[in-house]
């Protein structure tokens, strides 16, 4: 009876271990690493050129042209473009409604750039077809942005 029950305890501490160790090499390097983007961009005033290069189109969704600093970084690591909307968001910069629009096309990037090496490569996906499935996300991102903006 009690051979079960130490299998549970070995398999549940082994789970919360991995998923400690995913925080610590993968989640906290992508937010620092945003923290410190955005950083830059503050410092070095590059945020007003994102803003004015990217203001056009963000505007279609009622964002700030510096809210693009978001999603082109989700589209290199979620986290990290979580983390740029955290800064966003503290500055005040954008408020929650446009935080729930951005959270969603960020989440339909999804860290497209790190997928096409751990995920597409690994499979042997043809090289030629890797635009197009990027094109696909930003696309879904501009779809689930739009949604979001219309329903709120």
């Known amino acids: 009876m009690g ?38 961009l503050n410092i070095t005033d590059l945020i007003h050129y994102v803003e004015l290069i990217f203001r056009p189109v963000m505007s279609l969704f009622g964002l700030p042209g510096a809210a693009a600093a978001a999603l082109l970084m989700g589209f290199l690591t979620t986290s990290g473009g979580l983390g740029i909307v955290a800064t966003l968001v503290i500055s ?26 751990r995920v597409l490569s690994v499979a042997e996906v043809r090289p030629k077809l890797y635009p197009v499935m990027l094109i696909i996300n930003v696309i879904n991102a501009f779809i689930g942005m739009t949604i979001v903006r219309l329903i709120i």
């Open 3 to 40: 051979q079960p029950k130490e299998k549970f305890m070995a398999a549940f501490n082994g789970g919360a271990y991995s998923g400690l160790m995913i925080g610590v090499k993968n989640i906290i390097p992508n937010l620092v690493f945003a923290y410190a983007v955005m950083e830059f």
């Open 92 to 117: 005040g910069t954008i408020t929650a409604d446009q935080v729930a629009m951005l959270l969603v096309g960020i989440m339909c990037l999804g860290a497209s750039i790190q997928y096409i090496g």
